[in-house]
Nanobody
Framework: QVQLVESGGGLVQPGGSLRLSCAAS????????MGWYRQAPGKERELVAR?????????????SYADSVRGRFTVSRDNASNTVYLQMNSLKPEDTAVYYC??????????WGQGTQVTVSS
């Protein structure tokens, strides 16, 4: 069973930065993908960014970003510690949401984090 612990959310002014962290623990044999989703009040949950292995056997990865955050957010992963990060720069009020970590294991089974609130406001 995979367990996820998120941290790094909070209140920041427009134009500011935050870094989210999500650490995976438990009996983890393999992780194919780690990423972030967000959900704002009254809106559906949407993919923000993720980093994914190209194949089960390859160490190479690729990243995916929502159009609304590309160029401002950066997702990265520390494979040794099974931790994924989301560096968020030039934050806008419309980035305000609950951000959820998501992990897909070696069989593509999903695990979700508890969510962390990000609020961008003056």
């Amino acid at each position: 069973q995979v367990q996820l612990v998120e941290s790094g959310g909070g209140l920041v002014q427009p134009g500011g930065s935050l870094r989210l962290s999500c650490a995976a623990s438990g009996s983890i044999f393999n992780i194919n993908s780690m990423g972030w989703y967000r959900q704002a009040p009254g809106k559906e949950r949407e993919l923000v960014a993720r980093i994914t292995k190209r194949t089960r056997t390859s160490a190479a990865t690729y990243t995916s970003y929502a159009d609304s955050v590309r160029g401002r957010f950066t997702v990265s992963r520390d494979n040794a510690s099974n931790t994924v990060y989301l560096q968020m720069n030039s934050l806008k009020p419309e980035d305000t949401a609950v951000y959820y970590c998501n992990v897909l294991d070696g069989t593509w089974s999903a695990t979700w984090g508890q969510g962390t609130q990000v609020t961008v406001s003056s």
